[in-house]
């Protein structure tokens, strides 16, 4: 249940104070999500310890917890529209340069923090095993299957990337079965196309791994192994560093593994390059 839910759920139950923190909360998700205890009490009118006792009362220990549960219910939820609104009056009078890289910066170091080696092994595993690989990521996670698709196209045999201008993707991937395996990669707004993808191959008892931005992802409640990196709003821009460096370490960590079959791939692929001047060489040779 999200936060939004759980609010409403226990509305009638809570004391006078508490319902005029939910109301601003239920009305203001999208700027509560950034407000802090402080801020928080000022735009409810109640103390910092009643922001505090009412995060408890709905089940999160620390109002930490309770801000990151709103932030990621108004991930899913705002419009482009509000988002640059948001970003932007957040952005205002600073150095926007600083402000986007520090902020990457930070996400990649809070994926680093919630790193699972058990599942992301496991998930390699899987993949190694599989007869056929299949990927997909749209809209702006097209950019991070794309990327993948390229490089697992020089480890292994069969990849299938599907794109945003594939069509219908079930044209793509009706022919899945538990012998292959489905990589769905999404993040806020989740793509309803990719979700679908998802639960059809999950059907067909094909193991699917998830990349996304955290367990209340709908990718998440679908996935066999969930992979998560952290990603969020700035502008209308989805923030994919943290994606992409953990898309990067798959990819490393697979060549790895088939060490022997990537370097001859390579070795054939050295020579056609040079044949057919596939890059230029500034000494002619």
Same mark, same amino acid.
Do not use: C
């Given at each position: 249940m999200n936060v939004i839910s759980k609010i409403t759920a226990a509305y009638e139950s809570l004391s006078k104070s508490h319902k005029t923190i939910a109301r601003y909360v239920l009305?203001?998700?999208?700027?509560?999500?950034y407000l802090n205890v402080e801020q928080l009490s000022q735009k409810s009118g109640v103390s910092e310890a009643t922001v505090v006792r009412f995060s408890a009362e709905l089940g999160y220990p620390k109002y930490q917890h309770f801000q990151k549960a709103v932030l990621d219910y108004a991930k899913?939820?705002?419009?482009n529209v509000q988002r640059m609104e948001l970003a932007y009056g957040r952005l205002s009078g600073?150095?926007?340069? /600083?402000?986007?890289?520090?902020?990457? $910066?930070?996400?990649?170091?809070? #994926?680093? @923090? =919630?790193?699972?080696?058990g599942v992301f092994n496991s998930s390699l595993d899987?993949?190694?095993?599989?007869?056929?690989?299949?990927?997909?990521?749209?809209?702006?996670?097209?950019?991070?299957?794309t990327f993948m698709g390229y490089y697992f196209n020089l480890i292994f045999d069969d990849v299938h990337v599907i794109s945003s201008s594939a069509g219908d993707i079930f044209d793509h991937i009706h022919n899945i079965t538990e012998n292959d395996v489905m990589i769905g990669i999404s993040f806020p707004r989740y793509s309803?196309?990719?979700?679908?993808?998802?639960?059809?191959?999950?059907?067909?008892?094909?193991?699917?791994?998830?990349?996304?931005?955290? /367990?209340?992802?709908?990718?998440?409640? $679908?996935?066999?192994?969930?992979? #998560?990196? @952290? =990603?969020?709003?700035?502008?209308?821009?989805?923030?994919?560093?943290?994606?992409?460096?953990?898309?990067?370490?798959?990819?490393?960590?697979?060549g790895a593994?088939?060490?022997d079959e990537v370097s001859k791939t390579f070795e054939k692929l050295e020579h056609i390059w040079r044949e057919y001047e596939v890059y230029d060489n500034a000494d002619g040779k």
């Open positions: 009305e203001n998700f999208d700027k509560a999500a899913s939820k705002l419009t600073t150095d926007i340069f /600083e402000k986007i890289l520090n902020a990457d $910066i930070e996400k990649i170091r809070t #994926t680093l @923090s =919630s790193h699972n080696a899987v993949i190694t095993k599989a007869r056929r690989i299949y990927i997909i990521g749209l809209r702006s996670s097209a950019a991070l299957s309803k196309r990719t979700i679908n993808a998802l639960h059809y191959a999950k059907q067909v008892g094909a193991p699917v791994i998830g990349i996304t931005d955290g /367990e209340l992802s709908p990718i998440s409640a $679908i996935a066999d192994y969930t992979l #998560t990196a @952290s =990603s969020d709003m700035e502008s209308f821009v989805d923030s994919l560093v943290a994606p992409m460096s953990l898309v990067n370490a798959m990819i490393v960590a697979l593994r088939k060490k």
